[in-house]
């Protein structure tokens, strides 16, 4: 069993990761979450998980044992398979998606691509008790990122956003990065930025 491939990051699309490791490069596909933390990096470790089936022999790449464990979790969920698992830790980060889970957000995880109300509830029911012993670090809601004065203005912009088409948890993830960086920004000024980067 392959534990972690540690070497030189050589190609990097935001489904897949090529690393060279002694001479041979390994095709790992990640989500979104590992791919922002390694890219642009020269070498890197990523922490595996082998999917060995009859037609086909899959890695999936995680910048955190953390991810990884959440990711082994999902595919014991009836119904959901690594792409799914891999889609779920795109659109929501480890901490995000233990607070959906333990909060019971079924309508959050409903907008993921691939996720219906039925999986959603499953997700919740299934691993409500077991994403406990992960313990993940910093662990809070979405919307404590941002202080009570902005928590309006946070609302206000993914509300609009999801107006617009836009799903809820990338838009959510958006604006709050964008509060960050621009704690005074108005609510026009936000979803002008949020569409920039959605």
Do not use: H, W
Request: glycine letters at 8%; hydrophobic letters at 45%.
């Amino acid at each position: 069993m392959i534990e972690y491939i540690k070497g030189e990051l050589t190609e990097i699309t935001p489904a897949l990761a090529v690393i060279e490791c002694n001479g041979v490069g390994y095709g790992v596909n990640v989500s979104l979450n590992t791919y922002s933390a390694i890219q642009g990096k020269k070498d890197v470790k990523l922490y595996i998980y082998e999917a060995i089936r009859e037609d086909a022999y899959v890695l999936y790449g995680f910048a955190s044992k953390q991810e990884r464990e959440l990711f082994l979790l999902l595919i014991t969920v009836s119904g959901i398979g690594g792409n799914t698992a891999r889609m779920i830790l795109s659109a929501l980060s480890p901490s995000e998606l233990c607070n959906v889970i333990s909060s019971g957000n079924e309508k959050l995880l409903k907008t993921v691509k691939g996720i219906g109300l039925k999986t959603a509830q499953r997700i919740i029911v299934e691993l409500k008790d077991k994403i406990a012993t992960i313990g993940v670090d910093s662990a809070m809601p979405v919307s404590t990122v941002v202080s009570s004065v902005q928590t309006e203005i946070y609302e206000e912009a993914v509300s609009a956003l999801t107006m617009l088409g836009f799903a809820q948890a990338p838009s959510q993830k958006v604006v709050a990065s964008i509060l960050k960086e621009e704690p005074d920004a108005a609510v026009e000024k936000v979803i002008k930025l949020a569409l920039k980067r959605l």
